[in-house]
Antibody, heavy 124, light 107 residues
């Protein structure tokens, strides 16, 4: 069974850097094809993809947020870390990490399953 | 970037009725790289449909997906009480983008 859980601060001040950790189980990021993504959702609004890291350390970022994001992995700890710089109140959202699955020998760029999410509020 | 538009924004229906949700892309989605998620209040999204028309594991057969190119549809044949939720489409043919969602609520 694959599970993921996000952790990090619930409150950050404007201009600060946010660091979120996704701790997962049930798969290894050293396995060919695997990946973990980050997606966020402002209160009452739609989902927004942020970043994705693959087993081979290839990284993809949202074009609109690329300059502010960094994603890394620690395979030994089964963790993926997302950092977002220069936080602003508009970045207030629930942040989710999610698994990029591989089935039947093929890997896919959708997300399943997702972690429970962590709400991050940006306020002074 | 491919922009996804979902319609209607809200669909008010009664249990037992058929729901038809639309997802339209600003340009053709490569190889039907289109998925649908369901999200209930306070919960994370759950994968329903992948590859535009394949049901994910454990998803009831009242859910079906169709479409190609720029027009995709999620159909719920007979709404059950647990189906009232928000539904999002996502494309992964060119980067990753989500639609704004369609809320299916009880009439």
């Amino acid at each position: 069974q694959i599970t993921l859980k996000e952790s990090g601060p619930t409150l950050v001040k404007p201009t600060q850097t946010l660091t979120l950790t996704c701790t997962f189980s049930g798969f290894s990021l050293s396995t060919s094809g695997m990946g973990v993504g980050w997606i966020r959702q402002p209160p009452g609004k739609a989902l927004e993809w942020l970043a994705l890291i693959y087993w081979d350390d290839d990284k993809r970022y949202s074009p609109s947020l690329k300059s502010r994001l960094a994603i890394t992995k620690d395979t030994s700890k089964n963790q993926v870390v997302l950092t977002m710089t220069n936080m602003d109140p508009v970045d207030t959202a629930t942040y989710y990490c999610a698994h990029r699955p591989c089935t039947g020998g093929s890997c896919h760029n959708w997300f399943d399953p997702w972690g429970q999410g962590t709400l991050v509020t940006v306020s002074s | 970037e491919i922009v996804l538009t979902q319609s209607p924004g809200t669909l008010s229906l009664s249990p037992g009725e058929r729901a038809t949700l639309s997802c339209r892309a600003s340009q053709s989605v490569i190889s039907s790289y289109l998925v649908w998620y369901q999200q209930k209040p306070g919960q994370a999204p759950r994968l329903l449909i992948y590859g535009a028309s394949s049901r994910a594991t454990g998803i009831p057969d009242r859910f079906s997906g169709s479409g190609s190119g720029t027009d995709f549809t999620l159909t719920i044949s007979r709404l059950e009480p647990e189906d009232f939720a928000v539904y999002y489409c996502q494309q992964y043919g060119s980067s990753f983008t989500f639609g704004p969602g369609t809320k299916v609520d009880i009439k």
